[in-house]
């Protein structure tokens, strides 16, 4: 078996072994009280988690394969001659940075919250939460992040990332009572962003990071209440229950706007 396939093989069981200990951390620390298979669990799971990220994958890969047969940008070398841990954190970092601001972008505009208000919809945010995203919004983040990493960097990069990005978009969204003390303001965790998906006004628009927490706090949208906890999430609408009706939604012709 070639290294990058045993690589594959544990980014596989990496994320198969983080989602378990995740399901049980709910259930044993609980942020507050939600159930297992709550409204729309199999639907996360399945479309989303399964179906959609693996053609997702399929197509962002021959995506990034068009391109690279018609560029010549895979020749350059800087970053792949770098240690691995370099090329690592290069991109770690900067699309880390990049989504932060694209994020705060979606919620500002009406056209860009229309793809990403499935993400928003649901009413239990649990480590499976994270996976209810419109295609669109994840064909455009996910060709960003992706392509350059593998035209730029080494092959293991991209698995590594891909891990990565995983494990920790279970994380932020599980329903786990985590205190990280001063280690909040700068890596993100589930007690920052599930007040993002709050409904509370004092957490509107707040908290976009997805896995520096130092963005919100150094551009001023940090919010972190001590000793609250948000009273509901959501889209606080009637929101379609169905992949296909989710998907649809985004295009409805309507002047109305939900909050974003």
């Known amino acids: 078996m070639e290294m990058i ?7 596989t069981g990496s994320i198969i072994a983080a989602a378990a200990v995740f399901m049980l951390c709910e259930r044993l620390y609980p942020y507050s009280e939600q159930k297992l298979l709550r409204d729309g669990f199999g639907t996360d799971l399945v479309m989303y ?8 994958g399929m197509l962002i890969s021959y995506i990034i394969g068009v391109v690279d ?19 690592f ?21 009406q056209w860009l919250w229309r793809i ?47 891990t990565v990005d995983a494990v920790w978009g279970m994380y932020i969204h599980s329903n786990i009572n985590v205190r990280s003390g001063w280690l909040q303001y700068i890596f993100n965790g589930p007690e920052m962003h599930r007040w993002h998906h709050a409904l509370d006004d004092d957490a509107h628009n707040k908290n976009f990071s997805t896995k520096l927490a ?39 012709r309507t002047s109305q706007r939900h909050r974003s």
């Not at 699309?95 to 694209?102: A, E, K």
């Not at 992706?146 to 990069?157: C, G, N, Q, R, Y």
């Open 116 to 162: 990403h208000e499935a993400h928003h919809s649901t009413r239990d945010v649990d480590w499976l939460s994270g996976s209810r995203s419109h295609s669109i919004e994840i064909l455009i983040n996910q060709t960003i992040e992706f392509l350059p990493i593998v035209l730029l960097a080494s092959p293991e990069i991209a698995v590594a990332k891909g």
């Open 214 to 252: 130092i963005w919100d706090w150094l551009f001023g949208t940090a919010y972190r209440p001590a000793h609250e906890k948000p009273r509901a999430y959501g889209l606080g609408i009637n929101y379609p229950s169905t992949y296909l009706q989710q998907h649809a939604h985004a295009f409805r």
């Open 69 to 87: 047969d018609h560029t010549a940008i895979n020749r350059i070398s800087i970053v792949r001659t770098q240690h691995m841990w370099v090329q």
């Open 49 to 56: 988690a399964l179906v959609q990220s693996f053609l997702l």
């Open 5 to 11: 396939d045993q690589i594959r093989l544990w980014s």
């Open 89 to 109: 954190l290069i991109f770690f970092v900067a699309h880390d940075l990049y989504i932060y601001w694209f994020h705060r972008w979606q919620h500002s505009n």
